[in-house]
């Protein structure tokens, strides 16, 4: 796969942002205060659209996965989940690491009822690629909501979105096999939050969605990220 370096061109990042990054939040009813944070992405694969985001995203807070809310700009709505997956992989000395995402299959055709607005998401199928295959050092990007202390306004009760989108080198984990490290400079950004932001790369005027972070530290620079091809093989097991 050959790589190009190059800045991002106003309709790349219009796609980035526009084609399925979300925060996320929880709510056990429509009516009661959201909290919690985390980035989520939205795909389709085979005609069925998911949301992805970290698994930890909604374990480390306790939260029950039935009240996860992602709610959908201009809307008022959040989207309607189905029901959540969790994968499970065989090989125990990067189980943890490698599990660590959940997939919520959304029902689209229900939001665009409601909404009377279409729901975008990323083909998967066609515009994803193997973090494996994806030369050592080459730029990629990622996009995803940060927490800042300004993220809720309590007062009308929904989040503030900040996205951020930065960019960094593809570089080997130091944590296991099966995950990727994006390389960049320390950031005044907080972290937290981009645990669920899709990472991207470019290739020939085209971008791919090549995995999905799990954890980093503003203070470093570095974003860790689960490769795609575990993520393609959880979306082939799910019936």
Known sequence: MEMHERFLTPEEVLMIVATGTRPICFSASPDDYIWGFGSSF???YKGNVFAITAKHVIENPKADCRHTRILMPNTGMALPIKRAFTPSFDDPENKDEVDDFILFEIDDALFTQESNKDLYSWNF????????????GVEILVAGFPFSNDRYDWDNNKINELMLIRTGNLAKSSLCEGLYTMEG????????????????????????????????????????????EFIRSALTFIK
């Not at 199928?125 to 050592?136: C, D, G, H, L, Q």
């Not at 020939?204 to 990220?225: C, D, E, M, Q, W």
């Open 42 to 44: 939205l795909l389709n």
């Open 125 to 136: 199928e066609r515009w994803s690629f193997p973090a494996s295959k994806v030369p050592i």
């Open 185 to 228: 400079i320390p950031s005044e950004t907080d972290f937290n939050g981009l645990s669920g932001s899709p990472i991207f790369c470019r290739n020939k005027g085209y971008v791919f969605f090549i995995g999905l972070v799990t954890r980093g530290t503003a203070s470093s620079g570095k974003l860790h990220f689960i490769g795609s």
